[in-house]
């Protein structure tokens, strides 16, 4: 069942098996057959934490144009 914000509830079956807890990052990616569901490891979670923290920083610069702004480079 999908809630009114979008929340989907995984059965306690699948996040035993794929060691999903409370708190747990997951992507949803969307296929020919339907939607994938999976847990993010934790590499793909470090860069997403880079990439919020340079967000965050530079709220209205690219990723590539904050790097470069804080390294002092010129295109």
């Known amino acids: 069942m999908v ?7 995984l059965t ?3 996040r ?4 999903i807890e409370a708190g747990s ?3 949803e990616i ?4 339907g939607i994938l569901i999976r847990p993010v490891g934790p590499q793909l979670e470090r860069w997403k ?3 919020r923290r340079i967000s965050d920083r530079w709220p209205d610069t690219s990723a590539v ?9 010129e295109d």
């Open 30 to 33: 969307g296929t020919q057959d």
């Open 16 to 19: 035993v098996q794929y060691s």
């Open 49 to 51: 934490s880079l990439k």
């Open 12 to 14: 306690k079956e699948l």
């Open 65 to 73: 144009e904050a790097l470069r702004a804080d390294r002092g480079d």
């Open 25 to 27: 990052l997951v992507e």
């Open 3 to 9: 809630g009114r914000k979008g929340q989907v509830t």
